[in-house]
């Protein structure tokens, strides 16, 4: 006779297995009895199977990243558990990454228990539990959780987590939030019940992709093919991988320039002739936006700067997004005239069909754009390898950046670079040159530290490929090394960090020569972004995980070091460089 109890908590891991999820990546508490003693029974029972993998990670922050770096590579969401508000808070960045990155992942966290006197198994008996009961523990992600919802119940438990993976799946994708307090979670099931087809199905699909209706297929496309100068604009669009072909499928049919606005993923493919560049915070106009009189603003949710580097006045636009009236972003506006709902592969397929069919492209025309847009291309590349030049007494970012490239180039294996270079992030966009969609992901939002759960992440879906994060000094250290090399060390996931270690926080720094370019902080260079002492960053990995690490500051130690770093990666262990690049 089986005496394994089934509990709420048995069925909730179940049926986390049930929707696709390999990692539970989890920072446990006293709300967690019920998962341990399930996960607990199962292995006792050489049933582990039945759950997803229990990742193990010190600070909430990491796991939650990690779960993120595993969806963003995969497309499969993953799910973290972390300890009541206390945890909920920790993953608050990270959090946001997730909703701005429209990435899905699933969180449960626990509840304080609502009894006290020993009503039900699970009772308070600790006194953090008083401490820890808010009033709207479901409220704190409320702003970024695209669902939440309390486990009230085992019996319907199964209900609950595949309708919030649906949610999470289903464009615009994103992160939901399930809470449960000890009581129920420790609730005996029958397990019959628990899989009461009326309540669930195995694997709730995402809602089917949204497409344009005709009127605006022909619009956007008829506006397309007549422009003189067209341009399109995407930020995100390589979130799926597929939509890059038929991205470049368009861009050929027209030549039609493609501009990477605040990429987070990679696009485009870099050495294309009809790679228009990248803008971030740009505060001058670009070229490419000075000119077109027709832009396509395709799954971007800044597509330039209206104070610095907007297009012409009279240009015609269009939008197309999984997300195009941008509802969690209180103040959004482009002038567009019309805004389409559509997953990105499904518009550009009809757009692409509609111009073969319909015989819109002049193919004169589009062989003069062509002739002048390779040119120009030529021309920014041949500026860009300028920059790459090694300097003898100081290392750019744009030398290192180059020469990475060039190493990883000779890798016989796969590469995934993760960047988190913040002020960098155009010297790592532009002298990185990815070509490969899915090579090439950024955070999605703007809380620092995302790359050093994201890299475990990633490592775990693709263990193997290379993977390499491109980071800032200051996001380094907001990604809680001494956890992340910890949880790299147990799980065997070595990667490779390289660090622009400016010794300090650039970005401020611009941002407020960006409003007082001649104000006192100015005149007195006193932006307090420095971070002096500095620290030893790759000693912080070392002894947290046992990393190989190493600093240099000099242009010919750089090779070498870059070299040593892969190879130990290779050999499995964990590697960080820090490059001193010219101080802040």
Request: glycine share 8%; with cysteine.
């Amino acid at each position: 006779m089986d005496t394994t109890p089934y509990t709420t908590s048995t069925a909730f891991l179940e049926a986390l297995t049930e929707a696709g999820v390999e990692y539970v990546f989890a920072n446990l508490g006293s709300d967690h009895p019920g998962i341990v003693e399930a996960y607990a029974h199962a292995r006792a029972d050489g049933d582990a199977h039945r759950f997803p993998r229990m990742i193990i990670c010190p600070h909430e922050s990491v796991a939650f990243s990690a779960a993120q770096g595993y969806a963003q590579t995969t497309g499969r969401p993953q799910a973290v558990i972390v300890h009541v508000e206390c945890g909920t808070q920790n993953i608050g960045g990270m959090l946001h990454n997730a909703a701005k990155g429209r990435t899905p992942v699933l969180v449960f966290a626990g509840a304080s228990p609502f009894t006290q006197y020993g009503e039900h198994t699970g009772s308070r008996n600790e006194f953090i539990q008083w401490i820890q009961d808010v009033h709207d523990q479901r409220g704190i992600v409320r702003g970024y959780t695209k669902y939440d919802n309390e486990i009230r119940t085992g019996a319907n438990v199964k209900q609950l987590v595949h309708r919030a993976m649906q949610i999470a799946t289903s464009e615009p994708a994103g992160p939901v939030y399930l809470v449960g307090a000890r009581e129920v979670m420790e609730q005996h099931l029958d397990p019959a019940q628990a899989d009461d087809p009326r309540y669930h199905l195995q694997r709730t699909p995402p809602v089917a992709p949204a497409a344009l209706d005709p009127h605006t297929t022909d619009t956007v496309a008829c506006a397309l093919a007549h422009a003189d100068t067209p341009l399109i604009v995407t930020s995100y669009l390589g979130r799926d991988p597929r939509a890059v072909p038929q991205l470049v499928h368009l861009a050929e049919q027209l030549a039609i320039p493609v501009l990477e606005s605040v990429p987070m993923r990679l696009n485009f493919p870099a050495d294309h002739p009809l790679h228009a560049g990248y803008q971030w915070n740009t505060q001058e106009p670009t070229p490419a936006l000075a000119e077109a009189d027709t832009v396509l603003a395709l799954d971007t949710d800044v597509p330039w700067i209206p104070l610095s580097n907007p297009p012409r006045p009279d240009a015609r636009i269009f939008v197309i997004d999984t997300d195009p009236l941008k509802e969690q972003m209180p103040l959004w506006h482009v002038p567009a005239e019309t805004f389409s709902r559509a997953q990105a592969r499904t518009a550009l397929d009809q757009l692409c069909t509609h111009i073969d069919h319909t015989g819109l492209a002049d193919g004169d025309a589009v062989a003069r754009r062509r002739t002048r847009l390779h040119r120009r291309h030529d021309q920014r590349r041949a500026a860009a390898a300028e920059r790459e030049q090694p300097h003898p007494d100081a290392i750019t970012p744009q030398s290192l950046v180059a020469q990475l490239r060039d190493l990883l180039a000779a890798v016989e294996q796969d590469t995934i670079v993760l960047t988190e270079a913040i002020s960098n992030y155009q010297t790592v966009n532009e002298h990185l040159g990815a070509t490969r969609p899915g090579s090439l992901i950024g955070s999605g939002g703007g809380s620092l530290g995302w790359h050093a759960g994201a890299a475990i992440g990633a490592k775990l879906a693709h263990p193997h490929s290379l993977v390499v994060s491109l980071v800032g000094d200051g996001s380094y250290l907001f990604g809680v090394p001494s956890s992340t090399y910890w949880v790299a060390r147990r799980y065997n996931t070595p990667t490779l960090t390289v660090v622009f270690d400016n010794r300090g926080w650039k970005s401020p720094k611009l941002s407020t020569l960006g409003v007082h370019p001649d104000g006192a902080a100015a005149a007195n260079d006193d932006f307090n972004t420095g971070f002096d002492p500095e620290a030893d960053l790759p000693g912080i990995a070392a002894a947290a995980g046992g990393a190989w690490g190493r600093t240099v500051d000099r242009p010919d130690q750089l090779a070498g070091a870059l070299k040593e770093a892969v190879a130990a990666v290779q050999g499995g262990r964990p590697a960080v460089l820090s490059v001193h690049v010219p101080k802040v």
